[in-house]
């Protein structure tokens, strides 16, 4: 299969996760994506848990890759990345602020090399600020972000969500988007360009409806349980035995929430008229449905609300999920034969009828090495005299010189 | 504008698909929103922007896009519709097929799309477009429960509790924005259009990649996100003032970063070195390590004493990665996010300003502008159907037929 990608080369120099799903979701889009770790490896190769002793991360967060092993502050290793950068549209890293510059590899130096490159930085807290130079994880920008005081029961400071690695992986979605955005622009000038997009704003992008309601109240937002601060009722309810999640968006939905629950009374009340009126009055809305909902079991209310259109789910983890036939039919998880034995990974988010994307093993490390280190030594015995190849000379030295 | 000369037609409520198209419109894209009845549900969220009733979610999702409202009487407004998406580049959809065939736009669910085969069409589910559940409506909380999110908060026993951040519909927004970037890149090799279809739930467990695949089969059952068993410390590290989150050690390479024992010196903490429950470099009792939540006890000892500011700087100084728990007004005050000029001001619509948060990107070359002025319930119905090549006599005939709502 190749999807709507296919033909265009990325180079990923980036190490843990941030920057390595860049690659694989561009990847997994049919691109062909060399991911090009130091001598020392990516970390998430040793990061527990493993399987068969392979990291996980590093077999989520590297699908459909070809791996090489290059030392850039070697100048040949140097002098074989530059030739790499030559070829490849997308350069993707996620290093803190200086050290690429430092490798003779930031974008003042490959955008001579290569006109045409769109250049890719995933940092922790962005490019410049005095927090520049910054490394960051998930739990950090949680923190940084204000994601984690969204969280939590009424009433509670803040909580982490437990689930790490979250805000990694939106930075580097947010990352392709801008990366997809270059490459539009790049069909009609012609131009690549450096495309820089930060944990911090991805954390603050996936806060974009709480953000809304700060900029217009000037309150910060605060930890709601299961409840949201603009939709009335949306939240988990504790039925006769588990939590039921029930969401009543639309005016046709709360009417049906009321059916469901027999009590049509409620929808005529004014107090709970509209959207705006439920909000405002929560508590009394919620000190009416909770009793309601502990007389029943949860699917007894499944299948009420299911009857009168309402969205209504119980909570679910992967032994159900890995099984479940909406899950399986709509290819949500993908199931992955690698060196590593069988593995789960999460399946592709978009699904092209014409272009069909697929998720594959992650690459054994170095394995593509000496294949395409030859290609680009060939390369440069039979481009030795282009400007660009004079140029990657001349940096090599540069690059000896720093070494 | 990166994206000028295209036009999206918006044909969705509630946060994905409006956020998407939003994005897309920051990059210069023309968007058309279409709205059906009373319109987007956004619009009776509150809070309201200050001393309106406009919905500051609404207005955050869709400022800057054109509006047109179909009347009571959708299939009266069919001939324009199709007109419409015959001329877009791309359609963004949360319809049910019934929904779309009422106004006349079935035939975007055909694959190949014969009448329109140069169109990009994204359509957005709750769970999915194929398979049993899949015309059972779902939100953002139902996503979040079925994907095993709400698992990953709270204390067993106690109630449910969600993301706060609504994660499941922006994660498939921006999923939306590759879908329909990417086609389009395709099509100006093939000259094609085509389909994709995304889901809430599907958006949710492709970003949980890394969970699944620590949870298929692991050599030990130990290590973050195996299970959850080893989370970050949930509220993070107590100080004289603020809570924060740190790690020391590293990531890169089998050893770790150094950069511990120094840190541990300069705050006090020499006893810690020699402790054997402390691995000399932070690692395995920092940040994700597996023994941080069990020793942070032993860190907070000294951390209660020393104000949060002073050991964050510390930790950085040392290699290490930290933040306080900062507040959303503290962070907007901060000067990373005036240097990173995450806040920006765009015409409110009625004289004023609205604080808006910026693309989540920066471009090199290419300069974006910020829209403002969230449209009405049908205020630009006139204007864009007629700039589409809809007659006049079409129009008023729509709108007397009850297929258009025109509102000036």
Known sequence: ?403 | MMLSGITIVDFSQGEAGALSALRLGDLGANVIKVETGEGDWTRQCPPFMPGSEISAVFFGLNRGKRGIAVGPNPGAAAPVLQKLVQRADALITDRTVQELAEVGLAAVEDDPCILYPRLVVANISGLGEKGPMASKPASELQAQAMAGYTRSLGVLGEPARRLGADVASVATAAFTTQAILAALYWRNRSGQGQKISLSLWNSLLSMKTIHLAAQSNPDRFEGPRCATANGPVLRGYKTADTPISFAMGGVVGKQGRPGWVPFCQELGMDALIGDPRFDGTGRHDTGLGANAIALKGEYEKYFVNIPSKVIVEKVRKYGGIASEFVKHDELFESEQAKALELERRVPDGRGGEARIYAFPAHFSRSVLEHKGVAPGLGEHTREVVLEFGITEAELDQAVRNGGLVVSE
């Open chain 1, 1 to 403: 299969m190749a999807g709507p990608l296919a033909g265009l080369r990325v180079m990923d120099v980036s190490i843990i996760a941030a920057g390595p799903w860049v690659g694989a979701l561009l990847a997994e889009l049919g691109a062909e994506v060399i991911k090009v770790e130091p001598p020392a490896g990516d970390g998430t190769r040793w990061q527990p848990p493993q399987q068969g002793g392979m990291g996980a991360v590093y077999m989520a967060m590297n699908v459909n890759k070809r791996d090489i092993t290059l030392d850039f502050k070697d100048p040949e290793g140097y002098k074989l990345g530059l030739e790499l950068v030559k070829i490849s549209d997308v350069f993707v890293h996620n290093f803190r602020g200086g050290a690429m510059d430092r490798l003779g590899l930031g974008w003042d130096v490959l955008k001579e090399i290569n006109p045409r490159l769109i250049y890719c930085a995933v940092s922790g807290f962005g490019e410049v600020g005095p927090l520049a130079k910054e490394g960051s994880q998930d739990f950090i920008v949680q923190a940084a972000s204000g994601f984690a005081r969204c969280n939590g029961a009424p009433g509670d400071e803040m909580e982490q969500f437990r689930f790490t690695g979250f805000l990694d992986l939106a930075g580097a979605s947010l990352a392709v988007q801008g990366i997809l955005a270059a490459l539009m622009e790049r069909e009609r000038s012609g131009l690549g360009q450096k495309v820089a997009v930060s944990m911090l704003e991805a954390a603050l992008e996936m806060q974009a409806t709480r953000l809304m309601e700060f900029f217009a109240t000037g309150q910060n937002p605060r930890p709601m349980g299961s409840e949201t601060p603009g939709i009335v009722p949306d939240r988990a309810f504790r039925a006769q035995d588990i939590d039921v999640f029930v969401s009543a968006q639309t005016p046709a939905q709360w009417r049906g929430f009321c059916a469901a629950l027999d009590k049509p009374e409620l929808a005529v009340d004014p107090r709970f008229a509209s959207n705006p009126d439920r909000v405002k009055n929560r508590d009394a809305l919620n000190a009416i449905l909770e009793p309601i909902f502990a007389t029943r079991p949860a699917l007894w209310w499944m299948r009420v609300m299911e009857r009168n259109g309402v969205p209504c789910s119980l909570a679910q983890h992967f032994e159900i999920n890995r099984y479940h036939a909406q899950v399986r039919e709509n290819g949500m998880i993908a199931e992955v034969d690698t060196p590593w034995g069988h593995v789960l990974l999460g399946g592709v988010p978009w699904h092209f009828s014409k272009t069909p994307c697929e998720v594959r093993s992650a690459p054994i490390p170095g394995e593509a090495t000496e294949q395409i280190v030859g290609e680009l030594k060939k390369r440069i015995l039979e481009t030795p005299q282009t400007p660009q190849g004079a140029l990657a000379v001349d940096l090599a030295q540069k690059g000896k010189v720093q070494a």
